[in-house]
């Protein structure tokens, strides 16, 4: 099922991270694009993994910088009649669902995941047409075709209780796209969950005997690992969760030192809100090796200073404005209203 020669070709084929800037030309860019974000009545939204000056920007103009549940409630609520996305494709779509009367763009539509181009919407179709006794739950890291298709949509921080919650009504599941995140919540619940066969290309690439190695030179440190990664990695993690739950693991553990298993963009808020504190990416390849650690999404790094302004200068964005059918758009909103529901309930209920 699982299409990895798409998501090869399509790597081949994808456009260069943002060039290094001098710092006097970041400053430049910063300066204008907080200029045109209020001239356009524009909100800057941004994930974890985007590179950290994207990030910072966005916390300077008024913006966000979150998970993808948060990221669509902050965009959902925003008062901003245009929003700009920075992350990838998918959740671009979703702020457009959400908020269909808002203009939203992405400094490129080149930015995807490999999560996305793996579970393509007619396939996946014809595999829930094939078990139509399972309740169908997507991850957020899916079309917006895929989400069309679904009875719930989740992310990584209510899996595990959402999953839960089907589970105690009885339901059987149909789980994608990433395979490694279904086993992890299948394992924790005991639900009946059937895996579509996806990936994430970055958190597929921990190895557990690196991250034991780094943990014998470092017994002092915590191992802080997202769900997407393999089981075996899981298996010797201190803290299994979501960006926003490392991140707030790390605030609540008295280790000094951290071993992390995401992409490393998620450094830049770790050390915003704990500058004591050491954070150590955790291996994806062997000893010998150019890059012993190579955790950084390649779409994530797609998202820069000049083509963030360049879509904010013109008055269509250079064509990178998010579209979404109106069919499948007012589709996809069921699945994401319960998510949003369900997260909101949770919260609530936590002290």
């Known amino acids: 099922m699982m299409q990895r020669e798409q998501v090869r070709e399509h790597l081949a084929g994808t456009t260069a991270a943002q060039p290094s800037l001098s710092d006097e030309a970041r400053a430049h860019y910063r300066e204008r694009i907080a ?9 800057l939204v941004a994930h974890y993994y985007t590179d950290p000056e994207i990030q910072a920007l966005a916390e300077a103009t008024g913006g966000c910088v979150a998970d993808s549940l948060e990221m ?8 901003a009649t245009t929003l700009i996305v920075a992350g990838v494709r998918f959740m671009g779509e979703t702020a457009k669902i959400l908020s269909p009367e808002k203009r939203v763009f992405m400094p490129t539509l080149e930015a995807t995941c490999s999560l996305d181009i793996g579970c393509p919407a007619d396939t996946f179709s014809s595999f829930c047409d094939q078990h139509p006794d399972r309740t169908v739950v997507v991850y957020a890291n899916t079309s917006a075709a895929v989400k069309a298709r679904a009875d719930w949509v989740v992310t990584s921080s209510i899996a595990v209780e959402l999953i839960d919650h089907l589970d105690r009504r009885g339901e059987k599941i149909l789980w994608a796209p990433d395979r490694h995140l279904g086993a992890y919540v299948r394992e924790r619940t005991g639900a009946d969950v059937l895996c579509w066969d ?44 979501s960006t926003s739950q490392l991140i707030a693991a790390a605030q609540k553990l008295d280790n000094p030192t951290f071993i992390v298993a995401t992409d490393r963009g998620i450094f830049y808020k770790m050390q915003q809100l704990m500058p004591e504190k050491r954070f150590m990416a955790a291996p994806t390849a062997g000893n010998g090796a150019t890059c012993r650690s190579c955790a950084h999404c390649p779409w994530m ?18 064509g990178q404005e998010i579209h979404v059918d109106s069919v499948i758009a007012e589709r996809a909103l069921v699945p994401l209203g319960r998510m949003l529901d369900f997260g909101a309930e949770l919260k609530r209920q936590k002290p």
Do not use: Q
């Open 72 to 79: 669509a409630r902050f965009g959902r609520d925003h008062p």
């Open 35 to 43: 200029e045109r974000l209020i001239a356009r009545n524009a909100v």
């Open 198 to 241: 996806g990936e994430c290309i970055v958190h597929d690439e921990f190895k557990a005997k690196g991250i034991l190695e780094l943990k014998a030179l470092h017994p002092e440190a915590a191992v802080l690992v997202h769900p997407e990664s393999p089981a075996s990695v899981v298996e010797i993690a201190d803290v299994v969760g």
């Open 301 to 318: 790094a797609m998202n820069g200073l000049e083509n963030t302004l360049a879509v904010l200068n013109d008055a269509n964005g250079c």
